[in-house]
């Protein structure tokens, strides 16, 4: 199993637009896993920020929905983040991490790109 590698992290003013991918090859039976997105602050605890289920269903922590989107394309095995109408405090690392579907623990975590978002 590779483990999830994520990119497209950088600096954006606020209000801009951002999109990170995270690479989600290397799984057998990569249908049943799925992943989600999380990041963290400086100083702060890691949280999660969305999740994708294997029915391609959406959760979103409230802090980011309506403004993020998260989505998964089973033919590149590739996870996307697709960050809109940035907030200084989306400034965080963000981690791609990946579970079974039928568990709740995420079991491999990628490495992490930084995201700024100045005023």
């Known amino acids: 199993q590779a483990p999830p590698r994520e990119s497209g992290g950088g600096s954006v003013q606020a209000g801009g637009s951002l999109t990170l991918s995270c690479s989600a090859s290397?799984?057998?039976?990569?249908?049943?896993?799925?992943h989600g997105w999380f990041h963290q602050r400086q100083g702060s605890e890691r949280e999660e920020i969305a999740d994708?289920?294997?029915?391609?269903?959406?959760t979103y922590a409230n802090s980011v929905r309506g403004r993020f989107t998260i989505t998964k394309d089973y033919v590149r095995d590739m996870v996307y983040l697709k960050m809109t109408d940035l907030k200084v405090e989306d400034t965080a690392m963000y981690f791609c991490a990946a579970r079974r579907c039928r568990e709740r623990t995420y079991i491999r975590w990628g490495q992490g790109t930084q995201v700024n978002v100045s005023a």
């Open positions: 290397g799984y057998p039976t990569k249908w049943a896993y799925c």
């Open positions: 994708i289920d294997n029915a391609q269903n959406p």
